[in-house]
């Protein structure tokens, strides 16, 4: 390996660029923008003026010899088949979000991640590094919040118009993407729900399909969660809804956080609720409170946080902030929410990763929807940053 990891990126969409745009910046230290790939010759238009290797098969970049690891970042159900190809050119892999396109396919990728050991795969979730969800997890992990009882999160500013929808004939169908706002906009929701409170065991889902736009896949989804431990959750989201409202609340035996517009308020029971219950000799006394906001501040550079994160993997050892392994989680709960609706009952997890792909072909079949595209849709990530 040269001095500084030699990177490639495949797909030169809107999210390939702003990791190329970082890159360029020198904002990684140790690595190395390489190499570009795109089938689409316009998207690599001004790269070979800065220097960079041009490609416009991944494929063959990959298995170029040139680089030392590759970001993918193309359509959902590229994932596999390219991440698979980099592992076994000896290749370390950093995936854009989801991991693959459903559950059977990132089990696909994940056992060969786990064929060669020496390589490092990653899953960007930069939502990981943002101050106001590492303070939520630090409540979590101390004990703050108490027993966890209840979490909701209302995922509903996601507001996308058709014309977002015609800027790609693989948006929102299920053989380009395999889903709609649950795999495309609310995946870095879901991987920090995850990430925060652990899987459920039970899924309830309730999805309308192109409730608001002309499309064939899920544009509202309410969910209910069971966990193992008696937690319930309810997760709220929609392409639809404007303004919409992103609010994200942990209701705990020793209080309760929330996080919404762009504040994050602690209340906090002097006594642990049940306790309390158990002891108190009137029957409409609560413990007393007291409130307070916990600051914050955003990450400055999240993806380029998590792209050094790899790169310390890599050459250091250190832990992974975003473990290929965990990208499972996300795509596992939003593939569950739209199987749950579609079957009309809840389902048990773990997700059998299988019977949803055979469900999924099915719907992919039968698909009648052709789509319109333009080039005048938005970028699908510039105004997600902060979710």
């Given at each position: 390996?040269?001095?500084?990891?030699?990177?490639?990126?495949?797909?030169?969409?809107?999210?390939?660029?702003?990791?190329?745009?970082?890159?360029?910046?020198?904002?990684?230290?140790?690595?190395?923008?390489?190499?570009?790939?795109?089938?689409?010759?316009?998207?690599?238009?001004?790269?070979?003026?800065?220097?960079?290797?041009?490609?416009?098969?991944?494929?063959?970049?990959?298995?170029?010899?040139?680089?030392?690891?590759?970001?993918?970042?193309?359509?959902?159900?590229?994932?596999?088949?390219l991440?698979?190809?980099?592992?076994?050119?000896?290749?370390?892999?950093?995936?854009?979000?989801?991991?693959?396109?459903?559950?059977?396919?990132?089990?696909?990728?994940?056992?060969?991640?786990?064929?060669?050991?020496?390589?490092?795969?990653?899953?960007?979730?930069?939502l990981?590094?943002?101050?106001?969800?590492?303070?939520?997890?630090?409540?979590?992990?101390?004990?703050?919040?108490?027993r966890?009882?209840?979490?909701?999160?209302?995922?509903?500013?996601?507001?996308?118009?058709?014309?977002?929808?015609?800027?790609?004939?693989?948006?929102?169908?299920?053989?380009?993407?395999?889903?709609?706002?649950?795999?495309?906009?609310?995946?870095?929701?879901?991987?920090?729900?995850?990430?925060?409170v652990?899987?459920?065991?039970?899924?309830?889902?309730?999805?309308?399909?192109?409730?608001?736009?002309?499309?064939e896949?899920?544009?509202?989804?309410?969910?209910?969660?069971?966990?193992?431990?008696?937690?319930?959750?309810?997760?709220?989201?929609?392409?639809?809804?404007?303004?919409?409202?992103?609010?994200?609340?942990?209701?705990?035996?020793?209080?309760?956080?929330?996080?919404?517009?762009?504040?994050?308020?602690?209340?906090?029971?002097?006594?642990?609720?049940l306790?309390?219950?158990?002891?108190?000799?009137?029957?409409?006394?609560?413990?007393?409170?007291?409130?307070?906001?916990?600051?914050?501040?955003?990450?400055?550079?999240?993806?380029?946080?998590?792209?050094?994160?790899f790169?310390?993997?890599?050459?250091?050892?250190?832990?992974?902030v975003?473990?290929?392994?965990?990208?499972?989680?996300?795509?596992?709960?939003?593939?569950?929410?739209?199987?749950?609706?579609?079957?009309?009952?809840?389902?048990?997890?773990?997700?059998?990763?299988?019977?949803?792909?055979?469900?999924?072909?099915?719907?992919?079949?039968?698909?009648?929807?052709?789509?319109?595209?333009?080039?005048?849709?938005?970028?699908?990530?510039?105004?997600?940053?902060?979710?």
């Open positions: 390996m040269s001095t500084k990891l030699r990177l490639g990126i495949i797909g030169m969409g809107n999210i390939g660029r702003h990791h190329a745009a970082y890159l360029l910046e020198g904002k990684v230290p140790r690595c190395e923008l390489f190499a570009v790939c795109s089938t689409s010759p316009q998207k690599l238009e001004g790269y070979a003026a800065k220097g960079l290797r041009i490609w416009g098969n991944g494929l063959e970049l990959i298995r170029s010899g040139t680089i030392d690891a590759v970001l993918i970042a193309t359509p959902h159900y590229q994932h596999l088949s991440g698979l190809a980099a592992l076994e050119a000896g290749l370390h892999v950093m995936v854009e979000k989801p991991i693959a396109a459903h559950k059977a396919d990132a089990e696909r990728l994940l056992a060969g991640a786990d064929r060669h050991p020496e390589l490092v795969m990653a899953g960007m979730f930069q990981r590094v943002e101050p106001r969800y590492l303070r939520l997890r630090r409540l979590i992990e101390s004990g703050d919040l108490g966890l009882v209840r979490v909701n999160w209302i995922n509903t500013d996601w507001f996308r118009t058709e014309a977002y929808y015609a800027s790609g004939g693989w948006r929102a169908t299920w053989r380009g993407e395999g889903g709609g706002v649950l795999l495309n906009q609310c995946l870095h929701n879901l991987d920090v729900l995850s990430w925060l652990g899987q459920p065991r039970r899924v309830r889902g309730f999805c309308q399909f192109g409730r608001y736009h002309q499309i896949v899920e544009d509202d989804v309410s969910a209910h969660f069971e966990y193992a431990d008696g937690a319930t959750g309810v997760f709220v989201a929609s392409t639809g809804e404007s303004p919409g409202t992103n609010r994200l609340e942990l209701t705990g035996t020793r209080g309760r956080a929330v996080l919404e517009d762009g504040k994050l308020r602690f209340t906090r029971n002097d006594s642990d609720m306790v309390f219950s158990a002891t108190a000799k009137g029957g409409f006394t609560k413990p007393e409170v007291w409130n307070c906001e916990l600051p914050f501040e955003n990450a400055p550079a999240p993806h380029a946080q998590l792209m050094e994160n790169v310390a993997a890599i050459r250091d050892g250190v832990p992974l975003a473990p290929g392994a965990e990208g499972m989680n996300s795509v596992e709960l939003a593939n569950a929410i739209v199987y749950s609706s579609l079957l009309g009952r809840e389902l048990e997890l773990p997700l059998d990763g299988l019977a949803w792909e055979r469900r999924l072909n099915e719907l992919i079949a039968g698909s009648v929807v052709e789509k319109q595209v333009s080039t005048g849709g938005t970028d699908d990530f510039a105004a997600s940053f902060r979710r």
